[in-house]
């Protein structure tokens, strides 16, 4: 699988401009995954850290699932990968986690967050309530927390890539 990442035309609409770099970050975390295997994909950056190529994925499955599926859609969602007892749980991947499993769970989180966002106004606010803060947001909001959220964990893959097999990018 070779990513095919682009960036959204400058002269684009809002709409456009803001799932159009949504995708090119959800593309870029694909693209840092290219060509390892699962034992590398597992492997955490340095001692103490637990974070790993696959946990990364595995974190931003969740946060698909929470913005686009309980926020924004209002829909009973309960968690992949992380309890209350446990809360980092996503980033925790064991022996028996493959890759293969991981991504068809984000794609599949993907799938729904872009069926849900198909059509909703950007300012309207969404029918459901965030978790912890009980606050509702907008879909213009939400969509831009999202490329905050790739773009600040591509800047981690970016790290745990290099330091697997040297290879860098932007």
Known sequence: MTTDRREPAPESDERTMLEGWLEYHRQTL????????????????????TLSLMGLVR???EVER?????????????????????????FRVTESDTFAEVHA?????????????????????????????????TLRWIHTHMIEEYARHNGHADLLRERLDGVTGD
């Open 105 to 137: 769970i984000w794609q599949a989180e993907i799938e729904a967050a872009r069926r849900n966002a198909a059509g909703a106004p950007l300012d309207e606010p969404t029918r459901g309530r965030h978790r912890r803060t009980g606050a509702r947001y």
């Open 66 to 90: 929470s913005w686009y599926r309980r926020v924004l859609a209002d829909e009973e969602a309960d968690p992949l990968f992380y309890t209350d007892e446990d809360p980092d749980g996503d």
């Open 59 to 61: 974190h931003m499955a």
């Open 30 to 49: 694909a693209w840092k995954c290219e060509g390892l295997t699962d034992v590398q994909l597992r492997t955490a950056a340095v001692a103490p850290s």
